[in-house]
């Protein structure tokens, strides 16, 4: 069993780049992204150089004893106190990881940040996903009928949301 103690998350830096670079475009966690491309190191630096400074949007790493372990963002859908989330674990990491840093971060999100409300978007193969959701406590919200198309085919995306009321009630 993960120890809730020895996870954290911190702030992505430029040192951290590389790595998250590396998983982003590993298969086994394209295959479940919106956009499959492999992403260059330049278009990549690009991003986090337009993105660091920004309010709206955040971006951490998840770090279990000391280790990087994943990567998660936090961006702010406009005119709204929500803010959708996406997030990936590194490749090949020990079982149990991925929802340790769902809970690590849905705690830095709701305590830290005082959002007051995630918001996730799955596509609907991604069946190990959407049981991450609704592991975490999200409420389905909806379901967007054949929304996405590409090569793999035409799919719905499901629609998640967890309230920071409902995220601390669950606490207790």
Same mark, same amino acid.
């Given at each position: 069993?993960?120890?809730?103690?020895?996870?954290?998350?911190?702030?992505l830096?430029?040192?951290?780049?590389?790595?998250?670079?590396?998983?982003?475009?590993h298969?086994?966690?394209?295959?479940?992204?919106?956009?499959?491309?492999?992403?260059?190191?330049?278009?990549?630096?690009?991003?986090?150089?337009?993105?660091?400074?920004?309010?709206?949007?955040h971006?951490?790493?998840?770090? #279990?004893?000391?280790?990087?372990?994943? #990567?998660?963002?936090?961006?702010?859908?406009?005119?709204?106190?929500?803010?959708?989330?996406?997030? #990936?674990?590194?490749?090949?990491?020990?079982?149990?990881?991925?929802?340790?840093?769902?809970?690590?971060?849905?705690?830095f999100a709701?305590?830290?940040?005082?959002?007051?409300?995630?918001?996730?978007?799955?596509?609907?193969?991604?069946?190990?996903?959407?049981?991450?959701?609704?592991?975490?406590?999200?409420?389905?919200?909806?379901?967007?009928?054949?929304?996405?198309?590409d090569?793999?085919?035409?799919?719905d995306?499901?629609?998640?949301?967890?309230?920071?009321?409902?995220?601390?009630?669950?606490?207790?």
């Amino acid at each position: 069993m993960l120890d809730r103690t020895k996870a954290k998350l911190r702030k992505l830096e430029n040192k951290d780049l590389c790595t998250i670079l590396e998983w982003r475009n590993h298969h086994d966690i394209r295959k479940w992204m919106v956009n499959t491309s492999i992403i260059s190191y330049d278009d990549h630096l690009q991003w986090f150089i337009r993105n660091q400074n920004r309010t709206d949007r955040h971006f951490f790493v998840f770090e #279990y004893m000391e280790q990087l372990e994943g #990567y998660i963002s936090f961006q702010k859908i406009e005119n709204s106190k929500a803010y959708e989330w996406g997030f #990936y674990i590194k490749p090949n990491t020990q079982k149990g990881m991925g929802f340790l840093l769902g809970e690590v971060s849905l705690a830095f999100a709701f305590r830290q940040l005082n959002i007051g409300k995630i918001f996730g978007q799955v596509l609907s193969f991604n069946q190990k996903s959407i049981k991450f959701h609704q592991n975490l406590g999200f409420f389905q919200e909806g379901i967007l009928r054949k929304h996405f198309k590409d090569e793999r085919g035409e799919f719905d995306i499901f629609q998640f949301g967890l309230l920071q009321s409902e995220w601390l009630e669950r606490q207790v």
